[in-house]
């Protein structure tokens, strides 16, 4: 077990810092929207891989929650955001 906590914490933290990089050099703004959103599904992903490694199901509640206002601030950013200039 302690060698899928670690692979999957490693690729947890590679595709992080992946993610960073497009969210910090993004064109546009949808670069950095679509950044953010990986930035916060990653964020549940770890999460969920600590409830797996732990077997402490009292985080589950918070991980609806990231992802219900995750998805409602997205949708608030995609339908309200300025169009870049060209």
């Known amino acids: 077990m302690t060698t899928v906590w670690t692979l999957s914490?490693?690729?947890l933290a590679s595709a992080v810092l992946l993610t960073l990089f497009r969210?910090?050099?993004?064109?546009t703004t949808l670069?950095?929207?679509?950044?953010?959103?990986?930035?916060?599904?990653?964020t549940i992903c770890g999460l969920a891989?600590?409830?797996?490694?732990?077997y402490d199901?009292?985080?589950v509640p918070a991980i609806v929650a990231?992802?219900?206002?995750?998805?409602?601030?997205?949708?608030?950013?995609?339908?309200?955001?300025?169009?870049?200039d060209e």
């Open 9 to 11: 914490t490693v690729m």
């Open 23 to 27: 969210c910090l050099r993004g064109p």
């Open 31 to 42: 670069d950095r929207l679509v950044g953010i959103d990986t930035l916060i599904a990653l």
């Open 49 to 54: 891989v600590w409830v797996a490694a732990t």
């Open 57 to 59: 199901t009292t985080i």
């Open 66 to 84: 990231l992802s219900l206002v995750s998805f409602i601030g997205s949708i608030a950013v995609a339908r309200f955001r300025v169009r870049d």
